[in-house]
């Protein structure tokens, strides 16, 4: 059942997936009740208030899909009582508010607001509203997750220093996104033209930003907000402003909202927006697309990466692991097909920023991805250390501080046969760094062939001859590299029918150490 719009694309997945899905707006809290029953998934956003009571009527539900962000109209700790997963779209809207948080920079700095307003009351002073150019400035970022990521590689290219402040940030992402990390917020404070905050909005962010901090800051500094109400104080953010010390802010989120009677109303310096920063149309789209899949993966029993309520963990712990669930999957499946059996022995090596992270995760989802592949059985964080015993598999984790050249990585090895995993691009897509002892580096498809061989010369133009006569497409190909070995390991992504005729003529046709087909 999905209570409030979300993009056609979404419904639409879950209908090519087999489902029957119900749309029904509007309801209140007792016709929820009333029919929630008959349902094993919903898909709610912030107009649907999931309460207790609606939980305690829902005996067949499995999963909660908030298509967008908060979950603040959730109860979570009912629905955790009730082995109900609630998950999110955390990144659906990230380059949205990203954006916005540009855009109010720019109106901000430029005067956008009042320029505009004085030319629609019939006005022309251009000298009034000289403003500041965003070149060669410095922008203060606190917190460096993904929109204050996305919003450091936009502010490099208008040309600012980007300086940051965020405890959980190792340097490795400080430096590759561009940012002179800052140990303490008082050493930024000063040196800041223009400061940002994506923080989320918790004990110790609440009224981060008072009167000593906005004195502490240089004469004239712009401030903007896209994150969360209350990390500014408001009251001294508006006196500070009164007084000129702040030149102006571009705020989208208040201590209260709806923010009709906001202290920052009668200042034309202020630039005020309704929360908007996340709708898009672009968003929405990307947030039932993203949602459809994770109610999908619920409901099939596969972990999902973005569940809030899988385990006691701190947000920013899930933000880290979560991403690395599907990843592990993907290389369980990948190892219960090299291995063609369940292996006596498993080893996680997690390195760099996903190094601290809560192993039973990751393990949980390489577990599935094995278990899933033979159809037997679910697996979560709770139960993974159970279910490994129960197939016979000793389990080992390691962690590492150095993920090499990756921010981060999870390598695990069956039995002596390892598949190395890393996560790329705005969707944090699973990308295979290792293989069987060879560093590689490629996307897995859904179905690819992998060859071991003595390395000699003409390997590869046999190997496409016998594909392209069966009618198989190579879409992408990674050769990887040993330089202990004399063999050569191809990883090749292919599209087209892989029979077993196909592999005994490539194993005929070449001297082949391995060759293993996978299906993803």
């Not at 500041?132 to 990521?149: C, D, M, P, Q, S």
């Not at 278990?371 to 059985?377: D, F, I, K, P, W």
């Not at 069987?436 to 190997?463: C, H, M, S, W």
Request: net charge negative; charged share 20%.
């Amino acid at each position: 059942m999905v209570t409030d719009p979300i993009a056609d694309e979404g419904l639409a997945i879950l209908r090519r997936k087999g489902y029957e899905v119900d749309e029904k707006f509007g309801l209140t809290e007792e016709e929820l009740i009333a029919c929630v029953k008959d349902y094993d998934a919903l898909i709610v956003r912030s107009g649907t208030k999931i309460t207790a009571p609606v939980l305690d009527a829902a005996s067949r539900l499995k999963i909660i899909g908030r298509a967008g962000v908060t979950v603040d109209s959730i109860d979570v700790a009912a629905a955790s009582e009730h082995g109900v997963v609630v998950c999110n779209a955390p990144v659906s809207n990230i380059v949205s508010t990203a954006e916005h948080t540009m855009a109010l920079l720019l109106a901000c700095a430029r005067k956008l607001p009042q320029a505009n307003a004085s030319v629609h009351e019939g006005r022309w002073e251009r000298a009034e509203y000289t403003g500041t150019e965003l070149y060669h400035k410095t922008l203060a970022i606190f917190g460096l997750g993904r929109v204050g990521g996305l919003v450091a590689e936009r502010a490099r290219a208008f040309g600012m220093h980007v300086v940051g402040y965020d405890p959980y940030c190792n340097p490795e992402r400080a430096n590759a996104l561009g940012v002179e990390l800052y140990a303490s917020i008082e050493d930024i404070l000063p040196i800041a033209d223009f400061i940002t905050v994506h923080l989320p909005r918790t004990p110790e962010t609440i009224g981060m930003f008072g009167p000593e901090e906005f004195a502490a800051m240089k004469e004239g500094v712009i401030l903007v907000n896209t994150a969360r109400g209350g990390i500014y104080q408001e009251k001294s953010l508006a006196d500070f402003l009164a007084a000129g010390k702040i030149a102006a802010v571009g705020l989208d989120v208040y201590d209260e909202e709806p923010a009709v009677d906001s202290p920052f109303a009668e200042f034309p310096q202020a630039l005020l927006t309704p929360h908007v920063a996340p709708v898009t149309h672009e968003a929405q789209v990307r947030a039932g697309k993203q949602i459809a899949e994770y109610v999908w993966e619920g409901l099939e029993g596969s972990i999902v990466s973005t569940a809030l309520n899988s385990a006691s963990q701190p947000s920013e712990v899930i933000d880290v692991v979560g991403p690395y669930v599907s990843a592990c999957k993907l290389a369980g499946a990948m190892l219960s097909q090299f291995l063609g059996k369940m292996p006596k022995t498993l080893r996680l090596e997690m390195a760099g920023s996903v190094a601290d992270a809560d192993s039973a995760y990751l393990v949980a989802g390489v577990l599935d991805g094995m278990l899933s592949y033979r159809s037997v059985g679910n697996v979560s964080p709770s139960n993974a250390r159970q279910v490994a015993t129960r197939h016979g598999i000793e389990v080992a984790c390691e962690s590492l501080p150095d993920a090499g050249e990756y921010a981060s990585s999870v390598r695990i090895v069956a039995d002596g046969v390892d598949v190395g995993v890393t996560l790329f691009g705005m969707e944090q897509r699973a990308r295979i760094i290792a293989l069987n002892g060879y560093k590689i580096d490629i996307a897995p498809a859904k179905q690819g062939l992998v060859f071991e061989y003595v390395d000699a010369p003409g390997r590869v133009g046999t190997i496409g001859t016998i594909l392209g006569e069966a009618g198989v497409n190579i879409t992408t190909m990674q050769i990887g590299t040993n330089p202990d070995e004399a063999r050569a390991l191809i990883y090749m992504n292919v599209e087209g029918f892989v029979d077993e005729a196909v592999l005994n003529q490539l194993r005929e046709a070449i001297d082949l150490t391995n060759l293993w087909y996978i299906a993803l």
